[in-house]
């Protein structure tokens, strides 16, 4: 079993091993969502806070659903709603969730690297959630898990992502991620959405 990271920042660089305990873990995750009792205690007593500088609809909810069906405590922050209307830095937002209890922050935000810069001033876990046009892990995860599921390999799998891949955080996580667990990725899309930097990647 690989060593477990303290935050789930990104996948470039992610152990292969990391990503199918993810994914094994998932379909145990799947059962305990369709069954009539969902609800598990592998986060019984943990605080669990989603920071969003961003609106989320989907994300947000997906986040503290799971966390509750985890048996965690969770609490959401909104910037909007917050003290960084007053000036309340990233960091400074960090150390005040963590003073208060929080064991996990999950964050979604407009700059890349945010994720990272939180993560490495708090002692609690950070999941990214979305930064900029950096990475969006766990979406990436999810599509994994789902080709893994309808398909049974990723290991030599071709896999296409078509359209405006410059600013998507998401197309990137799944470059890294499928690249580790053995697939090809090959963007596709107008000259101008295609990220320059990715091209040998």
């Given at each position: 079993?690989p060593?477990?990271?303290?935050?789930?920042?990104g996948?470039?660089?992610?152990?292969p091993?990391?990503?199918?305990?993810?994914?094994?873990?998932?379909?145990?995750?799947?059962?305990?969502?369709?069954?009539?009792?969902k609800?598990?205690n592998l986060?019984l007593?943990?605080s669990?806070?989603?920071?969003f500088y961003?609106?989320?609809?989907?994300?947000?909810t997906?986040f503290e659903?799971a966390?509750k069906y985890?048996?965690?405590?969770?609490?959401?922050i909104s910037?909007?709603?917050?003290?960084v209307?007053?000036g309340e830095?990233?960091?400074d937002t960090?150390?005040?969730?963590?003073?208060?209890g929080?064991?996990?922050?999950?964050?979604?935000?407009?700059i890349?690297?945010?994720?990272?810069?939180?993560?490495e001033?708090?002692k609690a876990?950070?999941i990214?959630?979305g930064?900029?046009?950096?990475?969006h892990p766990?979406?990436?995860?999810?599509?994994m898990?789902t080709m893994?599921?309808?398909?049974?390999?990723?290991?030599?799998?071709?896999?296409?992502?078509?359209?405006?891949?410059?600013?998507?955080?998401?197309?990137?996580?799944?470059?890294?991620?499928?690249?580790?667990?053995?697939?090809?990725?090959t963007?596709a899309?107008?000259g101008?959405?295609?990220?320059?930097e990715?091209?040998?990647?």
């Amino acid at each position: 079993m690989p060593n477990t990271p303290k935050d789930m920042l990104g996948l470039r660089g992610a152990d292969p091993g990391l990503i199918v305990e993810i994914l094994d873990s998932a379909v145990g995750m799947k059962r305990i969502m369709r069954s009539n009792d969902k609800k598990c205690n592998l986060l019984l007593g943990k605080s669990v806070f989603t920071l969003f500088y961003e609106n989320s609809t989907r994300t947000r909810t997906s986040f503290e659903t799971a966390a509750k069906y985890l048996s965690a405590m969770t609490t959401s922050i909104s910037a909007s709603n917050s003290s960084v209307q007053k000036g309340e830095s990233l960091i400074d937002t960090g150390h005040t969730l963590e003073r208060i209890g929080a064991d996990i922050i999950i964050i979604r935000h407009c700059i890349s690297g945010a994720a990272k810069l939180l993560a490495e001033n708090v002692k609690a876990s950070v999941i990214n959630a979305g930064d900029g046009t950096n990475e969006h892990p766990t979406q990436a995860l999810l599509d994994m898990y789902t080709m893994r599921n309808r398909l049974g390999i990723l290991k030599g799998l071709n896999v296409a992502i078509v359209g405006d891949v410059l600013h998507s955080r998401v197309a990137r996580s799944n470059l890294w991620g499928l690249n580790a667990m053995g697939a090809k990725v090959t963007f596709a899309g107008p000259g101008t959405l295609l990220p320059y930097e990715l091209e040998e990647a």
